[in-house]
């Protein structure tokens, strides 16, 4: 893919039931027919390592599309708990009301976590990733993804603001100081 890349982030293939908040029920994904996979690793390339959540869903996408690459799975990065939510449909969510983005970043479900909680615990992996230098990928979830474009725009409410599609890959680059760029964003 275009453009120097330092953190890829890679939502997994789609599960089997679209549609539905997976959060940490742990769904197998649905992976596409080989050839779309073929042409996917060949525009990524091969990272210098991998890390990845610990989802099978994760697991399978990342053996899929990096075969012979060991992952480092990592706890912090699954996806959000929808605690009482989980495995519902978006549209038979309650409406929370008006929120802006910082608002709905605090939004916890019942027995959940909040987008919020989810940053604070994936940012620190992320930034883990990244200091090893080199070209990391990093197979996870949306919610994973949108927390990498919130560290990224240095405000972790800002990555709601991003759909994020199943095998979408997002890049970010990083230079001195700790400054991050987002060199694009759900690539499919």
């Known amino acids: ?24 029920r742990d ?10 996979l073929a042409r996917l690793r ?9 890390w990845v959540s610990p989802a099978r869903r994760c697991l399978v996408t990342a053996e899929a599309l990096f075969p012979g ?6 706890p912090r990065l699954w996806e959000q708990d929808f605690g009482a939510w989980e495995g519902q449909a ?6 929370p009301g008006p929120l802006d983005r910082a608002g709905l970043a ?3 479900p019942p027995g959940g976590e909040s987008f919020a909680e989810l940053f604070d615990r994936t940012a620190p992996a992320l930034r883990a990733a990244f200091a090893e230098g080199g070209r990391v990928a990093v197979v996870a979830h949306a919610g994973t993804v949108r927390a990498g ?4 725009l240095g405000e972790p409410a800002a990555g709601l603001a991003f759909q994020v599609g ?11 100081g700790g400054v991050w760029a987002v060199q694009w964003v759900n690539r499919t």
């Open 106 to 108: 605090a939004l916890r």
């Open 42 to 50: 060949r525009l990524l390339g091969m990272p210098d390592r991998l």
């Open 166 to 176: 199943p095998l979408g890959v997002t890049c970010l680059r990083a230079f001195p």
């Open 69 to 74: 690459l060991r992952p480092l799975p990592d």
């Open 27 to 36: 769904v197998a994904a649905v992976l596409p027919p080989a050839q779309r």
């Open 149 to 152: 474009l919130g560290l990224a």
């Open 90 to 95: 978006a549209a038979d969510l309650p409406d």
């Open 1 to 24: 893919m275009d453009g120097h890349c330092d953190l890829l982030l890679i939502r997994h293939a789609p599960t089997a039931t679209p549609g539905r908040l997976a959060g940490r």
